[in-house]
């Protein structure tokens, strides 16, 4: 957990950014021998003089945004075992680590399989229930929330979200939309409303289902965060992420559907605006409560729908930039970092993120030019990617090799560069891997 000091309020965004990094970096451990206690040191040194932008001796190559379901693939397991079977992938994670040399830990998303089951979740579908066995997650979209009801999610998006859109997305949860408008408790009367759906079966039917799931994701968060422990004393520094979205993709993704929300643009744009400025302080103060809770401390925004293929230089100014702005800058003032995964390309954004300050961003790219990224940005942030998933599925080891040494030519000389993957992939081989790795150590 992060402790603030008693004189947060009199440090600066930057001052504030050292103690959070301080914390991640110095968070008490207990090592499986001196040596993995001195790999530790030195991989997290290494990774915080680049989050820092000061001198190191070299880039670190960061496999997770790439393999991190291919360490699991390559010793037979599948899709569904990372859905439901999270204690078989300990020995091949810990097998993977201990042969490679990572420079940061790397494994699969914790997918909660058994509670997803018992939710009834409906936005997505995964190996073991509708999908194959040897696939893993595939995101289904739905219409959430209507045009109609922007207004009521922009008044009150907790509101909204409670007794709308978890009802809908999770029928296990139905019973929620009994629920009454929890500011208005502000007097004795006022407990009869909040109580009466808490003694109807219906209500306690879900809350009976809501404790077993419960149980159930203790279980996998048990074994998951068993493995973790267990790589980070084997000597592999996690990155220090926790995952968060744009207002935008938030309502794009979740509740309004692509198709939804590219009309909207156009025949609510409005509403959809005024539900993006509602979503900015929900986010920052849940990423900021979560930096606490785990002193992760940068941010991982998971990009969607502002690549320039998407959506118009002119609808990104209008739709996408100022609220995810006004989010990054909420968390800059906090001192967490904003690491963007940028899927897809940027090519006439790079303009919009140079506005950022200086070092409160990580940019890694998928498929941006990384000439210009360079000329751009290089100066002000930490720049990370963007080596092709479709290069590392069907091309050879020399062409992934070539492609990762022009990378470390072209950052020699950039304050902070992080070698990585533009985005999942699933099959690869071990000698490209080796070669990935390898091309930051000359």
């Avoid at 599948?78 to 990572?102: A, C, I, S, T």
């Avoid at 300050?357 to 940019?363: G, I, N, R, T, Y």
């Avoid at 022009?406 to 690869?428: K, Q, R, T, W």
Wanted: with cysteine.
């Amino acid at each position: 957990m992060f402790v603030r000091p008693d004189n947060w309020n009199e440090l600066s965004p930057l001052e504030r950014r050292k103690l959070r990094l301080d914390a991640w970096q110095n968070a008490p451990m207990e090592f499986v021998s001196p040596e993995a206690e001195a790999n530790y040191k030195e991989r997290i040194d290494r990774l915080r003089k680049i989050y820092d932008m000061e001198p190191h001796d070299r880039p670190i190559a960061d496999l997770f945004m790439g393999a991190n379901e291919y360490v699991i693939r390559r010793k037979g397991l599948q899709g569904k075992d990372m859905v439901y079977n999270h204690e078989k992938l300990r020995e091949p994670l810990l097998e993977f680590h201990n042969e490679f040399q990572p420079d940061v830990a790397v494994s699969p998303l914790p997918y909660p399989g058994k509670v997803m089951d018992m939710l009834d979740y409906q936005s997505y579908i995964w190996g073991g229930q509708k999908l194959p066995d040897e696939l893993t997650i595939q995101a289904v979209e739905g219409e959430y929330m209507t045009g109609d009801e922007y207004k009521e999610f922009a008044a009150d998006p907790t509101n909204f979200w409670l007794k709308k859109y978890l009802p809908r997305v999770m029928p296990t949860l139905a019973p929620l939309a009994m629920l009454t408008e929890l500011p208005r408790v502000s007097e004795n009367v006022d407990i009869i409303d909040l109580i009466v759906p808490f003694g109807t079966p219906p209500f306690q039917a879900m809350l009976k289902t809501l404790m077993e799931a419960g149980d159930e994701l203790m279980k996998m968060l048990g074994a998951v965060g068993q493995t973790g422990g267990m790589i980070a004393a084997s000597g592999f520094p996690s990155m220090g992420l926790n995952i968060v979205k744009t207002p935008f993709d938030y309502l794009g993704d979740t509740v309004r559907g692509t198709k939804g929300i590219l009309t909207d643009m156009f025949r609510r744009p409005n509403d959809l605006l005024e539900a993006c400025e509602a979503y900015v302080p929900v986010l920052i103060n849940a990423v900021i409560a979560a930096s606490d809770r785990n002193s992760a401390p940068a941010a991982l925004y998971v990009l969607h729908k502002g690549a320039d293929s998407f959506m118009s230089r002119q609808q990104f100014e209008k739709f996408y930039w100022p609220t995810w702005k006004a989010v990054m800058m909420g968390l800059y003032e906090e001192g967490i970092t904003s690491y963007l995964f940028i899927e897809g390309s940027y090519n006439e954004r790079l303009d919009y993120l140079a506005e950022m300050p200086e070092k409160s961003l990580v940019c890694h790219f998928d498929q941006t030019d990384m000439s210009r990224v360079k000329e751009v940005l290089a100066e002000k942030y930490i720049i990370a990617g963007n080596v092709p998933a479709s290069l590392m599925a069907t091309g050879t080891t020399d062409e992934v090799r070539a492609y990762c040494d022009n990378l470390v030519e072209l950052y020699a000389d950039a304050p902070g560069y992080i070698m990585a993957h533009g985005c999942y992939f699933e099959n690869s081989t071990d000698d490209k891997i080796r070669a990935f790795m390898d091309s930051v150590k000359k």
